[in-house]
């Protein structure tokens, strides 16, 4: 949140002239894979900024495929510090990143519906976010397992995100325009519609088998 007080102006002046936010990834040269993959694990440990802008940027910046495959490595680099964490220092940690009643009953949620319903956190946008990687920690799902669901459930996003944001090379004022209107009236039916989204979460998923996390 700092750094969005501190530079926000100057991100938002560059979302804002594409060709600018472009010419700055791709002047990174052979650094630029390795400064999306570190500025992914920092969107999802700390989560200052939204992860879909950034796969729009990154397409738009080096086409699909590189840009899927950096995500994906950032992806699950940070996932893995998250989950890691999680299991290391338990729910201590978690205390700091969410109050304790909602903490509570994302809690029991994920225990009572297990991996699927995990899954679904992880592929669908949804009001838990990137904190769902910090709860897979408190779970016995062992580390690869978890790796796996992070890998399918993120690349579907990915690729679409990639995909605009790497055919948006080819857009002019009135595309973008548009493009901007319409991400527009997706965050807003999100935002409006957050409670439903999670509540169709739970609908979808079944009763799963996880062990109750230690209260540590």
């Given at each position: 949140?700092?750094?969005?007080?501190?530079?926000?102006?100057q991100?938002?002046?560059?979302?804002?002239?594409?060709?600018?936010?472009?010419?700055?990834?791709?002047?990174?040269?052979p650094?630029?894979?390795?400064?999306?993959?570190?500025?992914?694990?920092?969107?999802?440990?700390?989560?200052?900024?939204?992860?879909?802008?950034?796969?729009?940027?990154?397409?738009?910046?080096?086409?699909?495929?590189?840009?899927?495959?950096?995500?994906?490595?950032?992806?699950?680099?940070?996932?893995?510090?998250?989950?890691?964490?999680?299991?290391?220092?338990?729910?201590?940690?978690?205390?700091?990143?969410?109050?304790?009643?909602?903490?509570?009953?994302?809690?029991r949620?994920?225990?009572?519906?297990?991996?699927?319903?995990?899954?679904l956190?992880?592929?669908?946008?949804?009001?838990?976010?990137?904190l769902?990687?910090?709860?897979?920690?408190?779970?016995?799902?062992?580390?690869?397992?978890?790796?796996?669901?992070?890998?399918?459930?993120?690349?579907?996003?990915?690729?679409?995100?990639c995909?605009?944001?790497?055919?948006?090379?080819r857009?002019?004022?009135?595309q973008?325009?548009?493009?901007?209107?319409?991400a527009?009236?997706?965050?807003?039916?999100?935002?409006?519609?957050?409670?439903?989204?999670?509540?169709?979460?739970?609908?979808?998923?079944?009763?799963?088998?996880f062990?109750?996390?230690?209260?540590?």
């Amino acid at each position: 949140f700092v750094l969005l007080l501190l530079y926000g102006r100057q991100l938002l002046n560059l979302f804002r002239r594409p060709e600018e936010l472009r010419a700055l990834v791709t002047g990174w040269g052979p650094w630029a894979g390795l400064g999306i993959v570190a500025f992914q694990v920092l969107q999802i440990v700390v989560a200052p900024l939204p992860g879909h802008v950034v796969s729009f940027v990154v397409g738009y910046a080096l086409g699909l495929w590189p840009g899927v495959l950096w995500l994906l490595l950032g992806v699950m680099l940070g996932s893995t510090i998250s989950f890691t964490l999680a299991r290391l220092l338990g729910r201590r940690l978690l205390r700091y990143l969410v109050p304790p009643e909602r903490l509570d009953a994302l809690d029991r949620q994920i225990v009572r519906r297990g991996t699927f319903y995990l899954f679904l956190l992880i592929l669908v946008p949804n009001p838990v976010g990137d904190l769902a990687y910090y709860l897979a920690g408190l779970t016995p799902l062992p580390l690869p397992v978890f790796l796996a669901l992070v890998f399918l459930g993120r690349l579907p996003s990915s690729l679409i995100e990639c995909g605009l944001g790497s055919g948006a090379t080819r857009f002019g004022p009135v595309q973008w325009g548009i493009l901007a209107a319409v991400a527009a009236l997706a965050a807003l039916l999100y935002f409006l519609n957050q409670r439903r989204i999670a509540r169709l979460l739970e609908k979808w998923s079944h009763v799963g088998r996880f062990a109750r996390p230690g209260k540590r």
